[in-house]
T-cell receptor
Framework: GAVVSQHPSWVICKSGTSVKIECRSLDFQATTMFWYRQFPKQSLMLMAT?????????EQGVEKDKFLINHASLTLSTLTVTSAHPEDSSFYICSARRSGGLYEQFFGPGTRLTVL | QKEVEQDPGPLSVPEGAIVSLNCTYS??????FMWYRQYSRKGPELLMY????GNKEDGRFTAQVDKSSKYISLFIRDSQPSDSATYLCAMTQTGANNLFFGTGTRLTVIP
């Protein structure tokens, strides 16, 4: 149990375009989902926390107008990178906390974004 | 000072060795402790979850928490090449939404 999927697993796009990444909890309901960014050989950097049905909470330094997060249901959160630029190229990982669960987070497999 | 400190390694051990991975932390309110394993280009996978102090064993893995020293450990017995990965410790406190992560330790088990 506690499986989280992400789609797509990798994407290449042109500079200036927008990219949407989906995060789904497949076998549990998640009231809270998290979006992280990870650079090579570095640890996870929390970008934002999203709660179902409410606005996401962004970490300091993360532009909310650039990284749009929608947590529309208890099993789906999306991250849209708007007007992507090469510096947005990174590994994006989502995680989910189970409704009624404790504090552990279950991570998706990640999405590698390359902006040309 | 970071809230969670973890030696980044890299750590190389021969197959069959016992591996000890450690994290220290500064916030005495932390009560929930996790260890994740992350293979290259993959998302982290939850290995162990412990609450407060004590030991927890699961197969070849043992997690230890010493709250008095603010120190947690993960032991891997009979290490295998498939254990080669980055190991991240994470922790949090009651009522918190976020996890606080260590930087991760890269482990290589040599056949």
């Amino acid at each position: 149990g506690a499986v989280v999927s992400q789609h797509p697993s990798w994407v290449i796009c042109k500079s200036g375009t927008s990219v949407k990444i989906e995060c789904r909890s497949l076998d549990f309901q998640a009231t809270t989902m998290f979006w992280y960014r990870q650079f090579p050989k570095q640890s996870l950097m929390l970008m934002a926390t999203s709660n179902e049905g409410s606005k996401a909470t962004y970490e300091q330094g993360v532009e909310k107008d650039k990284f749009l997060i929608n947590h529309a249901s208890l099993t789906l959160s999306t991250l849209t990178v708007t007007s992507a630029h090469p510096e947005d190229s990174s590994f994006y990982i989502c995680s989910a906390r189970r409704s009624g669960g404790l504090y552990e987070q279950f991570f998706g497999p990640g999405t590698r974004l390359t902006v040309l | 000072q970071k809230e969670v400190e973890q030696d980044p390694g890299p750590l190389s051990v021969p197959e069959g060795a016992i591996v000890s991975l450690n994290c220290t932390y500064s916030n005495s309110a932390f009560q929930y402790f996790m260890w994740y394993r992350q293979y290259s280009r993959k998302g982290p996978e939850l290995l162990m979850y412990t609450y407060s102090s004590g030991n927890k064993e699961d197969g070849r893995f043992t997690a230890q928490v010493d709250k008095s020293s603010k120190y947690i450990s993960l032991f891997i017995r009979d290490s295998q090449p498939s254990d080669s990965a980055t190991y991240l410790c994470a922790m949090t406190q009651t009522g918190a939404n976020n996890l606080f992560f260590g930087t991760g330790t890269r482990l290589t088990v040599i056949p």
